[in-house]
């Protein structure tokens, strides 16, 4: 049996997530998430964001969240500010582009974060009548190379979106293990208010499937579930969701399981890093990049199953680890002993 620091989604959903459907399996609920249980769990998400008047809304994934979410935020003339390593930009096949909006993206430095400095010259080319007009900012927390938003940088960006008529979406298929990372300063509720929308990602952090989409500012909202019904996004046996993210959300098991990823992610990290292995970039959440010759790929093959990040020169490519909730400290040591 091979190591398995592939992704965090391999594995079906923790337990206690599990024994809450199972629990609901039989009773019979009512369908498109008129349910006890969705209804429920929207009111505690909204507790725990500290946000008594947020809309929230499941849907299933983080592409069909992020897709229907941003579409609906703009007006048809208006486009999204993305990160060019953003996944909106670089892992969605253009179905953001497919509804009618243009992507702007924008080249950030290895850390994936995007900041006022780098947005403002697309802003000034972007007063062009004849030119889509900026109508959102689309970040990830955490980003695609594993950081994550201080509360000093977001509270930065944030307020440039609101001077420059900017909403700010914030991609949160990772969000458990950013706002448990140890580079993190912010709560969930400072985290709500520095933001128009976000979702808090299930699929990568503990549920068979979902993501709670949350949108702050009730003036945004208006008829958010036509669109949502119109995009195909509406579950039949929405109570599922409600569920599972009833179970996430007691006993504040989403993020005991965000670090748990973490802890684990440091420990193969400061394994590897001893061994002499190189990192790519600094990530403090689940997901680890490394710079590993081609010729130790074959090895790494046999005993562990990772991702191919991609290629670092003509002898070297950067891989990446990435831990779960699932993953324990058995399995870093035994791939940390396997490579030794």
Same mark, same amino acid.
């Given at each position: ?17 599990? %024994? ?16 006890? @249980?969705?209804?429920?769990?929207? $009111? !505690? +998400? /909204? ?5 008594? %008047? ?10 069909? =969240? ?7 935020? &703009? ?25 009618? #909006? ?8 290895? $850390? ?12 000034? !080319?972007?007063? %062009?009548? #004849? &030119? ?10 955490? =980003?695609?190379?594993? $950081? ?25 298929? /990772? ?41 702050? /500012? ?11 019904? /119109? ?19 007691? %006993? ?7 670090? #748990? ?11 590897? !890093?001893?061994?002499?292995?190189? &990192? ?11 710079? +590993? ?6 090895? &790494?093959?046999? +005993?562990?199953? @990772? ?24 399995? !870093? ?8």
């Amino acid at each position: 049996m091979k190591f398995w620091f592939k992704n965090d989604y391999s594995f079906g959903a923790h337990p206690k997530v599990l %024994d809450a459907v199972v629990a609901a399996n039989m009773e019979g609920n009512w369908g498109y998430g008129d349910d006890k @249980y969705t209804a429920r769990a929207k $009111d !505690v +998400i /909204r507790e725990k964001c500290g946000c008594p %008047d947020a809309m929230v809304e499941f849907l299933i994934g983080g592409t069909q =969240t992020n897709v229907v979410a941003c579409s609906f935020l &703009l007006k048809p003339w208006e486009a999204a500010i993305c990160p060019h390593s953003g996944h909106l930009n670089g892992h969605e096949v253009g179905a953001f582009e497919a509804t009618g #909006h243009k992507i702007l993206p924008v080249e950030v430095g290895a $850390d994936g974060k995007i900041t006022p400095e780098l947005i403002a010259p697309l802003l000034e !080319v972007h007063k %062009d009548v #004849h &030119l889509t007009k900026p109508g959102l900012v689309y970040i990830s927390n955490a =980003t695609e190379n594993g $950081d994550v938003y201080t509360k000093a940088e977001l509270t930065r960006l944030y307020a440039f979106c609101r001077e420059n008529d900017l909403l700010l979406f914030a991609d949160g298929a /990772r969000l458990g293990c950013a706002l448990t990372s140890d580079s993190n300063d912010l709560t969930l509720p400072e985290f709500a208010k520095l933001v128009d929308a976000f979702y808090i990602g299930g699929t990568k952090n503990g549920t068979m499937f979902g993501e709670a989409l949350v949108i702050t /500012r009730p003036e945004l909202t208006k008829d958010f579930f036509r669109m949502k019904k /119109r995009m195909g996004a509406v579950m039949e046996k929405g109570w599922i969701q409600g569920a599972m993210f009833l179970a996430l959300m007691e %006993d504040d098991l989403y993020f005991k399981m965000g670090r #748990h990823a973490n802890e684990m992610a440091a420990r193969l990290q400061k394994g590897l !890093v001893d061994m002499g292995w190189k &990192l790519w970039v600094e990530s403090p959440t689940n997901q680890l990049f490394f710079v +590993i010759p081609n010729e130790l790929k074959a090895k &790494l093959d046999e +005993i562990c199953e @990772y991702e191919d990040w991609c290629m670092y020169d003509e002898t070297h490519t950067v891989i990446r680890f990435v831990t779960c909730f699932n993953t324990t400290e058995a399995d !870093v040591d035994g791939l940390l002993a396997a490579l030794r």
